[in-house]
């Protein structure tokens, strides 16, 4: 599987940025995509994710900002966010996680980076 990450940038506080990551296969053979985030000095952390039978799930630190969401005909996952802060600023990366295999896969990572 093959993942191809998008949409990073420079932006300002309360900006708003759209990442998106496409990928190789349909995503109908994933059972969870997601994203996470790293940034310097810290450990990676889940900031969205969502299943197959569409349930998301999202980081306290971005309730009500991100939005995770999933388009199968372009077999794309996309991260929106809103309200941006500085702590926003991370290496972005998406995830996906095959059905019954159970394995998983990892975009290349997109900067995103929030000044204030």
């Known amino acids: 599987v093959q993942l191809q990450a998008s949409g990073g940038g420079l932006v300002q506080a309360g900006g708003s940025l759209r990442l998106s990551c496409a990928a190789s296969?349909?995503?109908?053979?994933?059972?969870?995509m997601g994203w996470y985030r790293q940034a310097p000095g810290k450990q990676r952390e889940l900031v969205a994710s969502?299943?197959?039978?569409?349930?998301?799930n999202y980081a306290e630190s971005v309730k009500g900002r991100f939005t995770i969401s999933r388009d199968s005909a372009k077999n794309t996952v996309y991260l929106q966010m809103n309200s941006l802060k500085p702590e926003d600023t991370a290496v972005y990366y998406c995830?996906?996680?095959?059905?019954?295999?159970?394995?998983?896969?990892w975009g290349q990572g997109t900067q995103v980076t929030v000044s204030s």
């Open positions: 969502i299943t197959s039978g569409g349930t998301t």
């Open positions: 296969e349909s995503i109908f053979r994933f059972i969870n």
């Open positions: 995830n996906v996680r095959r059905r019954w295999v159970g394995d998983d896969y």
